[in-house]
């Protein structure tokens, strides 16, 4: 494979998490570990009198506020050094199994470390549970108390769902059988995950490179990669479905026993963690599904310019043929981020800065390992407080975009970097705006770059991926988990009836779009089994469209953007989704019309896609 021109400069390509802990072997994990059992057990301690005080909590008298803030305090305090170092040790420990899933010492802490969290959220149930249901007037003294402060929105926001409290007991229950049952489900999806092998062309590899392989510029290839990947998640079909029976059963039990005051909705939960009115959930997806037509327009596209009457599912991460010179290519990780430093100058010096520090740093980890997990992420180490960022990066236009978005993702904590750590907790649908904003910076730059038809239309190709990625399979996605969560209420499921709700999920919004559908793809997509939260899809669709939206507004704000967005990324801890449009755009995420305007910068896109296309392959 040919190598674009790469610069100087030489990056790493896997993490230097040194400073951390030298392995997963490191002795001072231990002695970490046992020193945070002990500040854990100290705060359930101090937290436990709190117990007494629940049942009084909403007639608290103005005299006794003094005593009780001057005890909630220390507890706060004590608990956010804990956070940062529970947290550090958790990041070490989980991208350690992100690289090798086999590894041993780090795979016997995993458990361990979420019975520390799992046991740090029940010691902090009797203060959490009164909290939630003291009066007003107490919660406004609370937190006119400089160091309790940070904590105004996410306790105001968590009193929200203050009628689905049960006994602190429950509570605690609750929480403590969630470590050793409903979080072992994922986990040993994370595990297989890392172990499955593909066998493509004769050569046998990982899940992670088995992914990279549906980009390839061969369709012989893709097609064995998708089959490859498909037939190794079909011997593992009955242990995902048995884990997604018991995903969704224990949520459902749960929504069940806290529904005494009111019924609680699995869709209002997920839109409480995602910090968005349930109307905003329906304006996004019932606009999207009345416009899905443009992302089936992407996918038409896409198949005339590769020969084919419909796409196939293996071709929807195809290169654009168009470049299939080069599309041989090997884009180096150093030229990427060159690339990507370049397009992120273009809103602020200070952004590109960032993603070449973050590459000299080696605070990405990109090379491919034999037990490598699949997909791609961000996160972040507490003290002090530095992004990571995983993928595995094989030079492809695909990975260069992955790595785009990662950034974004580490960019949005970096700014934020200088706040209290209780401000910086944003939801997934905000998170997900700072990513594909950042793709987009890159598609801009590239396509400004462009001069011939064949050269856009590669550009374009990437737009009209992302409508039909963004438009089709992730509300597919949110289909499917829907019905998934509704026959489970009836009763487990068996893997053929997940396979036909996949289908007809697939059927509803990709419709004779694609020339067939994967099946199989709720046992081989990670999000459906995260234990710690459902309905990991629309946010993707939400920041996507928001991300849109957002970016229409820079010739509006001019030399102002910059700021207006790096302070709405700031406020993204401390608003729900709705106040942030609003405070910072004035625009209301609850009508259709929010939605429709974004929706409509794609359809100009896939129209320009398609009249490329219509030039490039004139003659075909």
């Known amino acids: 494979m040919q190598t674009l021109n790469r610069p100087t400069t030489t990056y790493l390509t896997t993490w230097d998490n040194a400073q951390f802990f030298t392995s997963t072997a490191d002795p001072a994990i231990a002695s970490t570990i046992s020193q945070l059992r002990q500040d854990i057990d100290a705060i359930a301690a101090a937290c436990q009198p709190f117990t007494a005080k629940v049942d009084t909590a909403e007639t608290i008298q103005s005299g006794d506020y003094t005593t009780l803030i001057d005890q909630v305090r220390p507890i706060h305090l004590q ?57 007003e007037d107490f919660i406004t003294a609370l937190l ?26 429950e509570e605690q229950l609750m929480t403590a059988l969630a470590t050793n049952g409903l979080h072992t489900w994922g986990n040993l999806y994370s595990e297989l995950a890392g172990t499955l092998k593909c066998e493509i062309q004769g050569e046998v590899m990982g899940l992670a490179k088995a992914a990279n392989m549906l980009g390839h510029p061969s369709a012989n290839t893709r097609q064995a990669a998708w089959e490859a990947i498909r037939s190794a998640w079909a011997t593992q079909q009955t242990t995902v479905a048995t884990g997604l029976n018991a995903i969704n059963g224990w949520r459902l039990e749960s929504a069940q026993k806290r529904s005494g005051k009111r019924q609680l909705h699995y869709l209002d939960k997920s839109c409480h963690q995602s910090r968005i009115e349930r109307a905003t959930l329906d304006a996004l997806m019932e606009t999207t599904y009345q416009n899905r037509a443009i992302g089936q327009r992407a996918l038409s596209a896409m198949a005339k310019a590769l020969g084919q009457s419909q796409l196939h599912p293996w071709d929807t991460m195809a290169p654009a043929p ?48 034999p037990n490598r997990a699949t997909g791609a992420y961000c996160t972040k180490f507490s003290d002090p407080r530095e992004p990571r960022i995983f993928m595995t990066y094989e030079g492809t236009m695909t990975n260069v975009l992955t790595l785009a978005h990662e950034l974004g993702h580490a960019w949005h904590n970096w ?29 801009e730059a590239l396509m400004a770059q462009a001069t011939t038809p064949a050269q856009k239309l590669e550009i374009a190709w990437q737009d009209a991926q992302s409508a039909g990625v963004f438009l089709l399979n992730i509300p597919a996605r ?59 899809n629309y946010p993707y669709l939400f920041g996507y469209l928001f991300s849109l939206g957002i970016y229409a507004q820079q010739p509006v704000y001019g030399d102002n953007f910059n700021q207006l967005y790096t302070d709405l990324l700031r406020d993204t ?20 019309q929010f939605w429709q305007d974004s929706l409509s910068i794609v359809e100009g896109s896939v129209a320009d896609f398609e009249q490329l296309v219509s030039e490039v392959f004139a003659d075909d």
């Open 79 to 135: 608990r956010n050094d804990v956070l940062k170092r529970l947290g550090n040790v958790n990041t070490y420990i989980y991208t350690a199994l992100s690289v090798d899933t086999q590894d041993a010492d780090a795979n016997t802490w995993m458990p361990i470390l979420q019975k520390l969290s799992a046991d740090l959220s029940e010691g902090m149930t009797p203060l959490n549970v009164f909290l939630q249901r003291a009066s």
């Open 144 to 169: 006119a108390d400089p160091a309790l402060s940070e904590i105004d929105f996410l306790l105001r926001h968590s009193r929200k769902e203050k009628d689905f409290l049960l006994s602190v007991a």
């Open 322 to 369: 168009a470049a299939k010179e080069s599309s041989d290519q090997k884009i180096e990780f150093e030229a990427a981020i060159a690339l990507i430093a370049d397009a992120f100058n273009q809103l602020t010096p200070e952004m590109g800065d960032f993603a070449t520090m973050m590459a000299k740093k080696g605070w990405i980890d990109g090379k491919p390992t």
């Open 415 to 443: 700014v934020m970097r200088d706040l209290p750590a209780m401000k910086c907790r944003y939801p997934m649908t905000l998170a997900e705006t700072a990513s594909i904003f950042a793709e987009t910076l890159v598609r």
């Open 478 to 536: 949110f289909e499917f988990e829907k019905r998934l969560v509704e026959a489970r209420k009836i009763g487990a499921l068996r893997p053929a009836q997940l396979c036909e709700m996949m289908d007809q999920s697939w059927q509803l919004w990709f419709e004779e779009s694609l020339s067939q559908y994967n099946d199989l793809f709720w046992a081989s997509k990670l999000h459906f089994s995260i234990s710690s939260l459902g309905f990991y």
């Open 573 to 592: 801890g401390t608003m729900t989704a709705e106040a942030v449009v609003k405070h910072h755009l004035q625009k209301d995420l609850s009508q259709p």
